[in-house]
């Protein structure tokens, strides 16, 4: 339920982006030439397929800088790779293209003791329970002479 729950917020901060991007675009027309504006009607497909790119550029960006989303700081989880650390830049975006194209893969996480969904077995990521603001930091060892 949490993830559902990270999952809904995310969507609500990609749509409330789409709708900061779309009258940032009429404004700046308005502004432009205020006598002769009207809003910018725009199709469905570019709509969904720019939503869909947000979504996916958002849910990658975020996992890969700190490991978790808006969503998923409210809901105290983070994504984490499988040694424990931050995701690589790649993986995040292969993780996000995962979840967007195919979302009846994160069910998966309903089945098993170790709950882990379609892109987590794929990618060898996991999805955690954290309520601290960051990772903490690993420090190695100097290398002795």
Request: with cysteine.
């Amino acid at each position: 339920m949490t993830r559902t729950t990270a999952g809904v917020v995310d969507v609500i901060v990609v749509l409330a982006l789409l709708m900061i991007g779309y009258l940032a675009i009429n404004g700046a027309l308005f502004v432009a030439d205020p006598r002769h504006f009207h809003f910018v009607s725009v199709s469905s497909v570019v709509s969904r397929t720019v939503g869909l790119c947000l979504l996916i550029g958002y849910l990658a960006v975020a996992w890969w800088l700190n490991g978790r989303t808006y969503g998923c700081r409210v809901m105290g989880l983070r994504v984490i790779a499988a040694k424990g650390g931050r995701v690589r830049p790649l993986v995040a975006l292969v993780r996000a293209v995962i979840c967007v194209v195919f979302p009846i893969g994160l069910l998966l996480c309903l089945f098993g003791r170790r709950r882990r969904s379609l892109p987590d077995l794929l990618l060898r990521t996991a999805v955690v329970y954290d309520w601290r603001a960051q990772l903490p930091v690993v420090t190695l060892p100097a290398p002795s002479p």
